[in-house]
């Protein structure tokens, strides 16, 4: 048994035409695995995370509250994740046996998808602290005490984070790629059925053009199911919460962001200056 089902074009050539859908189970297990393994590590194995102690400059002068998430940002983050949510259960309820006329629903919330993504490129491009999110020097060098660390192996103590951990940047990244894909792939996929924007062109590809094409979208969609079952484990365990209620309020307390993050690397405007921009008003 493949990952993959073929079938023989018109012209009598082998073609794949999409990924078989027993990986809809395996992305299941794999993701159930993955909490599981992690829950019980957490629970009985691992150390309290320590951070190299660095006198936090000023500590009186920060906020009570520290912003985290723009209304903007908040109001992407969860129109995306409706859209998500929509789409594997619409892509997916199907192929395990509850039939319904999904197609519809599929690419509607594909497009919701579509432009929700496109308005976070442009706002966090511009009007975001764009590097943010992506993995820098310092990022690899506390990887890398940590590392030496949890293998039992004498090494200096890590820094505090930045606004987001290498994890966080790294399954960022990740879910990009796959989103990417979907959304390339699932534009050209709506040639083949009926839509309110262009008619139907099932000839625009060879059919072995369209038989990769669908095993990509489906192949980037499983490891979607993995990657929001991760997702949704984090946002709900105990130690998350505070960050999680964050994409709701948009704020985070003083001392969360001091247990965890560096000053120094996520730099919250102080008091005075908040002070000094409403006086300069
Ligand atoms: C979480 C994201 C997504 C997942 C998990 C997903 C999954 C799937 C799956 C499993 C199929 C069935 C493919 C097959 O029968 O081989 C499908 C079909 C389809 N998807 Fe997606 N998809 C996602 C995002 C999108 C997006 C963003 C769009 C459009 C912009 C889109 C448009 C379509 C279309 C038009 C079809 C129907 C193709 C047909 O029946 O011929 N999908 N999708």
């Not at 053009?209 to 079952?229: D, K, N, Q, S």
């Not at 997702?231 to 964050?246: C, D, G, M, N």
Request: aromatic share 14%; glycine share 6%; hydrophobic share 50%.
């Amino acid at each position: 048994m493949g990952i993959l089902e073929w079938a023989t074009s018109p012209l009598g050539q082998r073609v794949p035409i999409h990924i078989a859908w027993f990986l809809i189970w395996v992305a299941l297990i794999v993701g159930l695995l993955f909490l599981i393994v992690h829950a019980i590590y957490v629970r009985y194995f691992a150390h309290k995370a320590e951070f190299v102690s660095e006198p936090s400059a000023a500590v009186s002068e920060l906020p009570a509250r520290i912003p985290r998430h723009s209304l903007a940002a908040r109001l992407f983050h969860w129109i995306m994740a409706a859209a998500m949510f929509v789409l594997l259960v619409t892509a997916f309820l199907p192929k395990v046996g509850v039939q319904f006329n999904w197609v519809t629903y599929h690419w509607i919330a594909g497009m919701v998808l579509t432009i929700s993504i496109l308005f976070h490129i442009v706002h966090s491009t511009f009007y975001l602290d764009f590097w943010s999110i992506w993995p820098d020097r310092s990022d690899l060098e506390d990887a890398w005490k940590r590392f030496y660390r949890f293998m039992g192996k004498p090494k200096g103590l890590p820094r505090k984070f930045a606004k987001y951990p290498l994890e966080n940047k790294l399954y960022h990244g990740v879910v990009m790629l796959s989103g990417l894909v979907v959304i390339v792939t699932g534009i050209c996929m709506m040639f083949r059925v009926r839509t309110i924007f262009f008619p139907r062109n099932p000839y625009l590809f060879s059919d072995m053009t369209w038989g990769m094409m669908y095993v990509l979208h489906g192949l980037a969609g499983v490891g979607l199911i993995t990657l929001t079952i991760v997702h949704v484990y984090f946002a709900i365990r105990p130690e998350k919460l505070p960050i999680t209620a964050s994409m709701i309020v948009g704020s985070m307390s003083r001392e969360f962001y001091l247990k965890e993050h560096d000053p120094k690397r996520w730099v919250i405007e102080s008091l005075s200056q908040r002070r000094g921009i409403a006086d300069g008003d």
